[in-house]
């Protein structure tokens, strides 16, 4: 379903403008007023980090070919234009903006700061904010067809 583009776009701040600026504040806080997570290990920082970015990476990655592959703009400024249901989208309506939140997540756990905890959550509230936005304009251009998928598939996981 296409409708005219006005109808189409969302006046939020960008979700990558948001995960960069909760970014500095937190690599500020952990720079200027370090507090550790109190895990010692670097091997074991290094894994659970690797982990939270090697999948956000993956789901990131796959979330962009499924997009590219339904012909919708990645570019947050862009009307919608297609309602994706396959490849990560099949399992959570909003993968790209779960990746950020590992992204996140796996930055805190390799820096050992304890900072990037309560700034995931301020980060996920923001997060959360644009995704009801998103909804409301999903729910207007794809309105069954979108509750369909709601029902379906979580929000988030």
């Given at each position: 379903?296409?409708?005219?583009?006005?109808?189409?776009?969302?006046?939020?701040?960008?979700?990558?403008?948001?995960?960069?600026?909760?970014?500095?504040?937190?690599?500020?806080?952990?720079?200027?007023?370090?507090?550790?997570?109190?895990?010692?290990?670097?091997?074991i920082r290094i894994f659970f980090a690797s982990m939270f970015i090697g999948f956000s990476g993956i789901i990131a990655v796959q979330s962009f070919r499924v997009m590219r592959r339904h012909k919708t703009d990645i570019i947050?400024?862009?009307?919608?234009?297609?309602?994706?249901?396959?490849?990560?989208?099949?399992?959570?309506?909003?993968?790209?903006?779960?990746?950020?939140?590992?992204?996140?997540?796996?930055?805190?756990?390799?820096?050992?700061?304890?900072?990037?905890?309560?700034?995931?959550?301020?980060?996920?509230?923001?997060?959360?904010?644009?995704?009801?936005?998103?909804?409301?304009?999903?729910?207007?251009?794809?309105?069954?067809?979108?509750?369909?998928?709601?029902?379906?598939?979580?929000?988030?996981?």
């Open positions: 379903m296409r409708t005219n583009e006005k109808n189409t776009q969302i006046k939020v701040v960008p979700p990558p403008l948001i995960f960069f600026a909760i970014t500095i504040v937190g690599l500020t806080l952990h720079r200027f007023f370090p507090t550790t997570i109190k895990i010692q290990s670097l091997f947050f400024k862009k009307p919608t234009t297609n309602l994706i249901i396959t490849g990560p989208f099949k399992f959570s309506r909003n993968p790209l903006y779960m990746s950020l939140l590992m992204l996140y997540a796996g930055i805190g756990v390799l820096l050992n700061s304890l900072w990037f905890a309560p700034l995931l959550l301020l980060l996920f509230v923001f997060l959360r904010l644009v995704v009801l936005n998103e909804e409301k304009l999903l729910n207007r251009l794809f309105t069954q067809e979108f509750q369909n998928y709601k029902n379906k598939v979580r929000r988030w996981l």
